[in-house]
């Protein structure tokens, strides 16, 4: 596998892609089982919200290195209406739509370092990072 | 002009370019355990008359409306060597392989004194038709693999009758689909149908519980304990349990079991019913 691959993200068969690649990617780091679990459960998590409330966009997934333990990155971003109230977003069960409100909160738990940069009218871009 | 002059000469010489052209093809290797003989004579001659055709009305811009049913021909051809299972390149070749009659063709014609002119003309011509052909290949083969998706989608979960008054779903698969909706909605409807008690879903087979697919299996439990059944998720791996955790989901009072061999010991027992081996 290359160390670095964008997927497009236009259609929901597209994060079933987004999770095998997320996958392989991990299991290519040598992440343990439940990390494994975890980056992807959150990649599907932050690429549906990118589907579904930013209209589509795109995913980068990057096998990296993170002071020298292997890492895998991933930069989902959509050119989506963006987020008004980030704090407000990232609280536990908050949701605009009609989901638990628990996926951008929930997935900032389940990796190492969470980085989301939104604006509003400018589209959201989430970094994800888990190392071994 | 060159291009009603190159239309002249490849009517004069249809029959021969036809014949070299299949010579060539044949040399090239055709696949004739995916197409016969007569196909491929077929297939070329129609497309050498559409070329003349679009030659004849005195275009050289492919995207003049006099080229159209020659692009419709390949369209229709390389889709079905797509679908036939045809390489790129086995398609690509049976119009490159053009080339060289015609090349040969005008080297003949000493009479011209344009013949670099037309080599270069018909040399753009049968390219462009190669790169249309290859396209219409790959989106013939793109449409198969979106067919495929959509019928792995729609693989049906059947729900089983474990014992009377037990139900059981096996989800396999990933779960944010549509499917996932078909499947809870056949579960309430077996539910009613068999008079069940119990459902167990089992996930074993699925490989990522986000909160979509969460959210899914709350509704439908909470679906079901209206309708007066209960259920249990079985299956849930270490490794999804610790996600769901970390997710911050709550499953509330949902009865849940590491192995549907246990759900289904459990609603027996829930059922009051007691299996006894035979005694030696």
Redesign the interface.
Known sequence: MTKTQTLPLKQ??D??II?QRV?KAAEEARLG??S???I??AA??IA?NALIYGGGGQCLIELANRDGRAAVRLVIADQGPGIADIERALV?GYTSGS??G??L???R??VDEFDLKSQPGAGTTVELWKWK | MSVSQLAELLKQNEEQILDKWLSAQRAAGIRFDLIDERNVQDNSRDLLKAVIMALAQDADDFDAPAWKPLKAQLERLSRTQARQGFSASETATFVFSLKEPLFELIQNQSQYDNRVDLVWLVNKLVDKLGLFSVEYYMAGREAVIREQQESLLELSTPVVQLWDGVLAVPLIGALDSNRTQIVMESLLQKIVETESDIAIIDITGVPTVDTMVAQHLLKTITAAKLMGARCIISGIRPQIAATIVHLGVELGDVVTKSSLADAFKLSLKELNVRLVGNAR
């Open positions: 929901e068969t994060i079933v999770r996958r089982l439940v494994q679990t975890k992807v459960t599907s998590e549906r536990d989901g638990l628990l996926g909160s929930g997935s738990r389940l």
